[in-house]
Nanobody, 122 residues
Framework: QLQLVESGGGLVQPGGSLRLSCAAS????????IGWFRQAPGKEREGVSC????????NYADSVKGRFTLSRDNAKNTVYLQMNSLKPEDTAVYYC???????????????WGQGTQVTVSS
């Protein structure tokens, strides 16, 4: 069974940091493009960051550039999203998604995780 599982969310004060993990089971992430998305209450889902299957291309939404960093650890079959200098507007459910042999940004992701809640509040 192919599965993505996000973890690492939680409650953090403004200016704080969190590291989200996206762990794959049933398949190897090496050959997959990965995207991170978020959806806040009452808002549409938006792309946050992505990395191509080759690892040669990464992108970030303007709202997170300079604060968020995406990385992948193929040995652990996990992709990370390091989030620094968090703001209340970063509050959302964060999802990771995967597409085989995909680009960044991708035209469509085949697999999605269940999401992890990030709340930035004092």
């Amino acid at each position: 069974q192919l599965q993505l599982v996000e973890s690492g969310g939680g409650l953090v004060q403004p200016g704080g940091s969190l590291r989200l993990s996206c762990a794959a089971s049933g398949f190897t992430l090496d050959y997959y493009a990965i995207g991170w998305f978020r959806q806040a209450p009452g808002k549409e889902r938006e792309g946050v960051s992505c990395i191509s299957s080759s690892g040669g291309s990464t992108n970030y939404a303007d709202s997170v550039k300079g604060r968020f960093t995406l990385s992948r650890d193929n040995a652990k079959n996990t992709v990370y999203l390091q989030m620094n200098s968090l703001k209340p507007e970063d509050t959302a459910v964060y999802y990771c998604a995967a597409e085989p042999e995909g680009s960044c940004p991708s035209v469509g992701y085949d697999y999605w995780g269940q999401g992890t809640q990030v709340t930035v509040s004092s």
